[in-house]
């Protein structure tokens, strides 16, 4: 009833409205059959890691403080999601199905409230409102099926980035509302809305993943496409001092504080190059490259190329290295400057294309992320489909009607196009069921992915054929990246330790001879899985003590590199323990020293504490446990518990020494 009222409200067709809601729900039926296979598919990526600390408040091992405001995800903590993500595993299981089956629930809410920002959006556009109501339901339709979409949907943790879109939708959803009110003259119901309504979304958006930032900037696109228009010049005093504090307040107010920041403390958003593979400018380039690839895949999928591994996604050097960066960034300066020169002629053009670049630009822009994700995509792809619906109708506005109105062949289009996204989808969802299925296709399309080779590997090694998971390994070794061959005779190492025990130390030599000025993450986690490694079990050619020089030694050409970034002391830390372990306390100590950083966790501390009593070294061991009770998180059971194992240590010790 809400909805009809506000239809009537906006002058939408009542009699459209019903054909509209028929398209929405089969829509969502034939979204629930493309992804249902791929619900009981295995976790992905960084699934487990992310959601290890809700297993342990599962099995009492953590508090859920820890959990929800500890987990250090993003500027804002991330809490509202992975609050969702304990509640689902509490009511339904710690389960891949338990996780996915809310996400695809929660898809189905994103595409409504899509659906309905959409409709409020089409019919300020005078050229598409006599059919706003299912042209709407067909651009949510398509979003809703579209299998860019899929590696949000099946992929546990972009749960984040799904419940801030959805509140950003909501959000946007609420702008349409209450601007339409302060527009008729409704002005305490649109300020209360403005000032606690859309603050609400906004916060609850804010703490599910930051992309919900952009909310207020979308905002400001829509009131340049949709009302800025010659009947509103004359608007209220009150309503434009409303709009002024509304945008003082949620848009220029936090950017001018986000540019004193970062003017101030560059280091705060731009630190994460000292770990990255590219500079400031090099990821630039690269963005433009990205945001149009990711035009052409929102446009024409491409199956089976399409994935989560890519880390081979090519860095821009220069315009023309690669030679797509230049045109890349000439088809994004063309598309904006048509876009504006159509705002007034078509709308829905500017709207829907600068909806695709605001809401990308918190991920595509100076941050030094990863270079290329298909999730970024959740939100934006509603502006490019509004977009493309506008630039369809501008572009056959002359074209005289035939036997069938030009509406109608829109539908038709529009139909037969959806039905298209849902096979893929399902098709993709299908390979995504299986684990051997889906590292498979992603190896075969990302031959130069580390990751998505190495993942096939050891999924190969787990099934006994070793062959494979070596032909997969050493393929890296052809790359021209010298990155990559590091880190695939490093990861031939492991794999060696771990089918045989018998690893190459020319392996480990070549991994120096290719290491570069800078160590990432990639080399901590592998130098991690070979240190677990060798816990459990020896590896001739990749001794404790082996494997501690190779890691120094490739730390020795690190010089570009702060000490204090996260692979460094972690690696430090890894090189300790790992003289620890062939008995050289003293190497140990020393590597142990250089891993305390001030930006270094309480259990850095806590074993250097140990290197100092096995060293004799009471008085500095007794000095840096208190720096360790200074650091440790008083919400995490682990550190908790590893002090006070630490204190006990130090007081058998004390007393051994005595006797």
């Known amino acids: 009833m809400e909805l009809d009222t506000t239809a009537n409200m906006l002058g939408l067709r009542s009699d459209t409205m019903r054909s509209a809601r028929w398209v929405f729900a089969g829509a969502l039926l034939g979204t629930v059959f493309a992804y249902w296979i791929g619900l009981h598919g295995p976790y992905v990526l960084d699934d487990i890691n992310n ?120 959000a946007l959803w609420a702008y349409f509302l209450l601007r339409t009110a302060l527009q008729q003259g409704h002005t305490r119901r649109a300020a209360c809305g403005l000032f606690v309504l859309f603050p609400m979304f906004l916060l609850a958006g804010l703490l599910s993943k930051e992309n919900a930032a952009v ?151 100076v941050l030094p992320l990863e270079l290329y994700f298909e999730h970024r995509n959740y939100l934006p792809a509603f502006g490019l489909l509004l977009a493309v619906a506008g630039m369809a109708e501008f572009l056959t506005r002359r074209i005289e ?45 990302h031959p130069g992915s580390v ?42 190492v492991l794999s060696d330790c771990v089918v045989s025990g018998d690893a190459t130390a020319n392996d480990l030599h070549q991994a120096i001879a290719l290491a570069r000025p800078k160590v990432t993450l990639d080399e901590m986690y592998v130098f991690a899985d070979l240190a677990s490694i060798n816990d459990q079990r020896a590896c001739n050619g990749a001794s404790p003590a082996t494997l501690a020089d190779t890691i120094v030694a490739m730390l020795a050409v690190a010089h570009s590199q702060p000490d204090g970034i996260l692979p460094k002391w972690k690696l430090r830390n890894t090189a300790a323990q790992l003289y620890a372990a062939a008995g050289d306390w003293n190497l140990a100590m020393a590597q142990a020293e250089l891993a305390w950083q001030p930006s270094a966790d309480a259990p850095v501390g806590a074993f250097l504490v140990r290197t100092y009593v096995q060293n004799g070294m009471r008085e500095k061991a007794e000095r840096t446990f208190d720096e360790v009770a200074r650091r440790v998180n008083r919400n995490d059971f682990k550190d908790r518990n590893g002090l006070i194992e630490l204190r006990q240590f130090l007081d058998r010790a004390a007393a051994d020494q005595t006797d």
């Open 401 to 445: 009607p035939g036997a069938m109105p030009r509406w109608k062949l829109g539908v038709l289009a529009a139909g037969g196009y959806a039905l298209a996204l849902g096979v893929a989808t399902h098709a993709r969802a299908f390979v995504w069921a299986d684990e051997g299925r889906f590292l498979h296709q992603e190896a075969v399309h």
């Open 51 to 170: 959601l290890t600390p809700i297993a342990e408040w599962l099995h009492g091992d953590n508090t859920w403080q820890h959990v929800v405001l500890s987990n250090g995800a993003g500027m804002f903590g991330r809490s509202l999601s992975m609050a969702t993500l304990m509640l689902s595993a509490w009511v339904a299981g710690f389960t891949p199905f338990a996780f996915k089956l809310v996400i695809l629930f929660r898809h189905l809410l994103c595409g409504f409230a899509g659906w309905q920002m959409l409709r409020l959006a089409i019919v300020r556009d005078p050229h598409l409102r006599r059919h706003a109501d299912i042209a709407a339901a067909l651009l949510a339709a398509l979003w809703l099926l579209h299998p860019l979409n899929l590696s949000t949907v099946l992929y546990a943790v972009q749960r984040m980035a799904q419940m801030s879109a959805l509140f950003t939708l909501a």
């Open 215 to 365: 909310a207020p900037a979308l905002c400001l696109v829509f009131e340049l496409a949709y009302f800025r228009q010659p009947r509103d010049e004359h608007q209220p005093a009150v309503a434009k001092r409303i709009l002024a504090i509304f945008y003082g307040g949620f848009l220029l107010v936090p950017t001018i504080l986000a540019a004193a920041v970062f003017a101030l403390r560059p280091n705060r958003f731009l630190g994460g190059y000292a770990v990255r593979d590219f500079t400031l400018p090099e990821r630039l380039l690269s963005e433009g490259r990205a945001v149009m690839d990711y035009v052409g895949a929102l446009l024409l999928p491409r199956g089976r190329a399409m994935g989560v591994f890519n880390d081979d996604f090519a860095v821009s050097t220069g315009l023309m290295s690669p030679p797509s960066t230049a045109i890349a960034v000439f088809a994004l300066v063309a598309i904006s400057a048509l876009a504006i020169a159509l705002r007034k002629r078509a709308p829905s053009v500017f709207a829907g294309w600068f909806f695709f670049l605001v809401a990308h630009s918190i991920e595509s822009s």
């Open 451 to 492: 990751r998505a080779n190495t993942a096939l590997a050891y999924y190969e090694i787990r099934q006994g054929n070793v062959i494979l998971a070596r032909a997969a390994i050493d393929g890296l070794l052809q790359s021209p990246n010298p990155r990559v061959r590091e880190l695939a005779y490093l990861h031939r």
